[in-house]
Structure formats: structure tokens, C-alpha cells
């Protein structure tokens, strides 16, 4: 017995002196602090780490904020590996500094968490940066003039891509292939739209793709007709499909650099995770290879397509993904319920304003699945359902409603509707009571608020892109950019939502000013809320010691500067992006 006793205690001591000497090897400062990688000195970091505003926007007591103005509440971040070492004061920071360690001065530049864009396509974004730019072209003839130069170095026959303009607001003169054939004879030519709900042709791409006037069209979709019976070039809505299902297919490897693309440009505005909406098949195994190979810059929060039904079965038949830490995580299904409101597709409850007698399109008239999306939901994915009108909005609801009363444990998946754009006053309240996220965008709201009054009337109009009205029925939000539709400046999201106002100030006092965020509300829907939409508010979207190390560096204040010159946002200028303690980007 003595011996058994012996040896438990010698035991015992062997084990202690392994947990010590494995404590010991920890490297310390002379100070006996844990050594940083990284330290960031000398800024202004806003850590969030105070309780959020009311619903009706009133600033918390314990916010760093008194009479006058903000104040951050630290100046320093350390960091080891990928975590948060140290929140404070320069001279503590500096307590973690080793011989390998980098100092960075920010010299008064700003931190926040790490920014998220929580709905975006990265693969569209990647293919932009080399199709022609149409965003902000105001005409149809300056677009097909910018299409004719590009051709002069395509080789005839080959595919010109275009992007960007605006469906909403061309709607009443939307274009034909006239123009475009003509100055364009030799290319088979697709320009989409800002938001991807309408495209518009040249002969040569009906020629390629083989479609006439007897050509089937998409249930949802619209292909518009000539005088002489024949396309003339505009298809609308899920017609778009005709044209993309006629596009060379891109390779693997050439996926896979779009999707590098995309990233490292959003890396580079400061963005430490997308959540990428409605992957399919080649872009999901696009994806599974970048992390497989480490080259993922930022952290992907993985949307499965709906319409992608072999994808989305094979998914259910493994369940989503459980991690937080991964580079690309995969929990969510992404749906299409309706149109868009530019483009009169989005599902209303009584006719446009602007077109008597049509509604729009929505459910199964738009290729939405609800018996697939029932048993994504039964098996824990989270439902991301694209809705835009106030019809289309409250049929989603009653849709993952119903689901809900029949499993109750499926309320926890945090579903949300992408866009929630125009919402009937009675169903405001159901966001919150059901516990749905709006997903929203403020640049559409300031690219659309020339035409959506036209759309919706007087009245409607005031349930649209209404987020002081959403979070007052204590719904959550999260901003994104649906880019490449919109451009995902943080710079632009963040003046959008705290002024109404476009890129020029106007409309002067901001557009319906009441649905307007403050400064706290907009960050925070760009960084915490985000992390709460991905199931990550315990890791990430705070600034705090034993979080991720994912923060954004930029030269202005915009709390400051959102109480002061809001317009001056506008010129900020992201100066670095940290993901999981990796600098991801730092302008130079």
C-alpha cells in the first residue's frame, strides 16, 4: 500500500512539474507579460465593449460618450497568435513587447472589431474587377460606347461581360440590343444590372445562346419582345438565367481567382469576413480548396444556394458545420423569394404605384423550394431568404413561421430575411417576436430612393428601408453591401446609415431622416451584430483580451465625425485589416 502510494505521489509530482514547465515555456517579458506578436499603439480604439443603444438609439451611460462627444475607451491592442492579448493604455501594451515583437504607431488612427459584410458575392466581385464597369453610367448610349472601346481588344467571338447599371433606375426607358448590336456586331455581349435582376444583349449573344421568341422562360422571369415578335435584348427578373446558363463556363482554377480576387479586395476595404449568399457547387468546392490550401485572406461564412438542390441535399444528409474557428464555415441556406423592387419583381400586397395590376413575382413563381427549405431548417441550417416586397416579406415569414410552431427548436437557428426591404406595419413587430435577423443594405436605400417612392406610393414607402422602425420592434440587424451591386465602402455603408444621404449630401436633411442609425448602431451593424448573425458574438465583434484578433484600422473617426461633418466619413481610407492576428492588408 505504502508503495502504491509512493508511486501515485511520484506520479502526481511528475505530471505538476510537466503542467509547470509547459506554463513556463509561455514566453514573458521581463515584466512577466505574455509577449505579443503584434502591438498596435497610440490609436483610437473603440471597443465596443459597452452595452448597445435602445431601440430608439439613446447611447448607454456606460458608453464612452459625455458631453462632449465620444471618447474611446483604449489606445492600445496587443496580440498573440490569433488572439487578443492586451486591451488599454500604450504604456501597458508595451509591458507585452519581446524582441520579435512589431510595434505599429497608429498615430491617432482609428480601431474597431473587425468588419463583416454579411451578405456579399465574392465571386461576382472577383469577375467585376475585369468586366466593363457600368456603375453610375447614366444612359443607355454612354454604356454601349464603353462596351465598343473594350471590344477593340477582345478578339471577335469572344464573350464582353459588363456590370452595374441600374435597373431601378432605368426602368421606365430600360434598353434593347439595337443600339448595342450595332456598335458591337462581332461579340457576343451581357451587361447585368446593378443588382442582377434584369440583363440586356446584342444579337450575337441571342445568336450564341440560340434563343428566339419560342424560347422557354423561367417561371419568375421576363424576356422581353421587339415589334417584330423576336428577343430585343432585355430579360428581367429569372429570365437573366437564359443568358447566364449561355456563358462560357469558367474553370475551376479560374473560380478559384475570382474568388481571390474578391476577397483580397475586401480585405483590403478593411473586411475581416464575408458571408458569401447562395454558393453552388463549383463555388463551394472553389472555396473548399482555397481553405484546404490555407489561402483564404478572410473568413467566409458560407451561404448554400437553394436552387442548388443536389448541393443543398447533400448538406442536409451531413448537417451544418458546428466550428466557429475555420476560415470558411457552412451553416447557412440561401433562398430566393421574390424579385427585385427596381426591376417590379419584388412581391407586393396590392399593385405598383407606378403599374397598375402587377404585383411582382414570389414563391414557387420564383423557384423557391418550401419543402426543401422545411427540411434545411429541421436539420439546424440557418434559412437566409431573400425578400424584397411587403407581399414577399410577410410569405417568408409565415413560411419559416410555420416551420417553427411545428419544430420550436428551429427557432434557434436565427433565421433571416436577406434585404427585409419594404415590410407591412403589421408585420414589423413579427420580426422580433420571432426572432428573424434583417439583413440589410443602406446603400440601397440611397440608390434607390429616386424611383422607390415612384414604385410604392406615399404611404408604403414609409415601411421601406425602415431600420429605425425595425429595431424599435426589437428586431435585429445586420448591414452588408450585396455587393458587386453596390459599392462596399464602409465609408459609403456608414454614411448612408447614419445620414439618408447619398455620396453628393442629398437629399438635404437626409431621406425619411427617422429611419436613420447613429454612429454606435451603424458600426455595430458592420461588426457585433454581424458576428451575432453568424453565431460568433462570443468570439468576435468586440475589441476584448481572449477574443479573436480580427480588427480594422482606418484614418477617420466616424463616431466623431458622424456628430460633427458626417459628409467627411466619405474620405476615410482603411489602413489596415488584421484577420486572426495575420495583417491581411496595410496600405502602403
Known amino acids: 500500500m505504502r508503495k502504491s502510494i509512493a508511486n501515485l505521489l511520484a ?23 505574455t509577449v505579443a506578436d503584434l502591438i498596435l499603439t497610440n490609436g483610437r480604439v473603440y471597443t465596443l465593449n459597452w452595452a448597445e443603444p435602445a431601440a430608439d438609439g439613446s447611447i448607454m451611460p456606460d458608453a464612452p460618450r459625455n458631453d462632449r462627444g465620444w471618447q ?54 472577383g469577375e467585376s474587377i475585369s468586366q466593363v464597369n457600368l456603375v453610375g453610367i447614366d444612359t443607355e448610349e454612354e454604356a454601349v460606347a464603353l462596351v465598343a472601346e473594350r471590344a477593340k481588344s477582345v478578339p471577335k467571338g469572344q464573350w464582353i461581360i459588363g456590370q452595374g447599371w441600374d435597373e431601378g433606375a432605368w426602368a421606365n426607358r430600360y434598353p434593347d440590343k439595337t443600339l448595342l448590336s450595332a456598335a458591337v456586331p462581332d461579340h457576343p455581349v451581357f451587361l447585368d444590372s446593378l443588382h442582377g435582376f434584369a440583363g440586356w444583349v446584342n444579337q450575337k449573344a441571342l445568336d450564341v445562346a440560340g434563343i428566339t421568341a419560342d424560347t422557354e422562360v423561367p417561371v419568375g422571369g421576363d424576356m422581353r419582345l421587339g415589334d417584330d415578335g423576336e428577343p430585343n435584348g432585355l430579360f428581367l427578373n429569372r429570365a437573366t438565367v437564359m443568358i447566364d ?26 473586411y475581416v469576413a464575408v458571408h458569401d449568399a447562395g454558393l453552388d457547387t463549383r463555388k463551394m468546392q472553389a472555396l473548399e480548396e482555397l481553405e484546404a490550401t490555407g489561402q483564404l485572406p478572410v473568413r467566409v461564412y458560407a451561404m448554400l444556394s437553394l ?25 447557412t441556406v440561401k433562398a430566393y423569394y421574390d424579385g427585385a423592387l427596381g426591376s417590379r419583381g419584388a412581391r407586393l400586397l396590392y399593385d405598383y404605384s407606378d403599374m397598375p395590376g402587377h404585383r411582382g413575382v414570389s414563391g414557387d413563381n420564383y423557384g423557391f423550394n418550401e419543402a426543401l427549405n422545411a427540411e434545411a431548417m429541421k436539420k439546424g441550417f440557418q434559412i437566409a431568404i431573400h425578400a424584397i416586397g411587403d407581399a414577399g416579406n410577410r410569405e417568408a415569414m409565415d413560411i419559416l413561421e410555420a416551420v417553427i410552431r411545428e419544430n420550436p427548436q428551429t427557432r434557434d437557428n436565427r433565421h433571416r430575411i436577406e434585404h427585409a426591404q419594404v415590410i407591412h406595419p403589421d408585420d414589423l413587430p413579427r420580426l422580433g417576436e420571432l426572432g428573424f435577423i434583417a439583413s440589410m443594405e443602406p ?10 417612392e415612384e414604385r410604392l406610393g406615399p404611404e408604403r414607402v414609409l415601411g421601406a428601408y425602415a431600420w429605425r422602425s425595425l429595431r424599435e420592434a426589437d428586431a435585429r440587424l445586420t448591414f452588408n453591401s450585396d455587393n458587386p451591386g453596390s459599392d462596399h465602402s464602409i465609408f459609403y455603408g456608414l454614411h448612408s446609415a447614419i445620414t439618408r444621404q447619398d455620396k453628393n449630401q442629398q437629399p438635404e436633411g437626409g431621406w425619411y431622416a427617422d429611419q436613420a442609425m447613429n454612429a454606435d448602431e451603424a458600426v455595430r451593424a458592420y461588426t457585433s451584430w454581424s458576428a451575432y448573425a453568424s453565431f460568433r458574438e462570443n468570439e468576435t465583434g468586440v475589441i ?45
Not at 26 to 32: I, M
Not at 96 to 113: C, F, K
Not at 308 to 331: C, F, H, Q
Open 72 to 125: 474611446p475607451d483604449a489606445d492600445a491592442v496587443a496580440i498573440t497568435g490569433d488572439t487578443i492579448a492586451f486591451v488599454g493604455t500604450t504604456r501597458e501594451a508595451l509591458q507585452h513587447q519581446g524582441e520579435s515583437t512589431r510595434v505599429v504607431d497608429l498615430a491617432g488612427a482609428t480601431v474597431i472589431p473587425g468588419l463583416v459584410d454579411s451578405h456579399t458575392h465574392v465571386f461576382g466581385l
Open 443 to 452: 446603400p440601397h436605400a440611397m440608390e434607390d430612393k429616386t424611383w422607390a
Open 544 to 588: 476584448e483580451e481572449g477574443r479573436w484578433a480580427d480588427l480594422t484600422v482606418m484614418d477617420v473617426d466616424p463616431f466623431i465625425l458622424a456628430d460633427e461633418r458626417p459628409a467627411d466619413i466619405l474620405q476615410g481610407r482603411i489602413l489596415m485589416t488584421i484577420v486572426a492576428g495575420n495583417v491581411v492588408y496595410e496600405l502602403e
Open 11 to 33: 506520479c502526481l509530482f511528475f505530471v505538476t512539474t510537466l503542467v509547470a514547465c509547459s506554463q513556463d515555456d509561455t514566453p514573458k517579458t521581463a515584466a512577466g507579460k
Open 245 to 270: 446558363n449561355a456563358l462560357p463556363a469558367a474553370s475551376q482554377e479560374e473560380l478559384m481567382q475570382h474568388a481571390l480576387a474578391g476577397l483580397r479586395q475586401m480585405a483590403a476595404d478593411g
Open 307 to 331: 436552387r442548388d438542390e443536389e448541393l443543398t441535399r447533400n448538406w442536409i444528409a451531413k448537417g451544418p458545420d458546428t466550428d466557429n474557428d475555420s476560415m470558411l464555415v457552412t451553416r
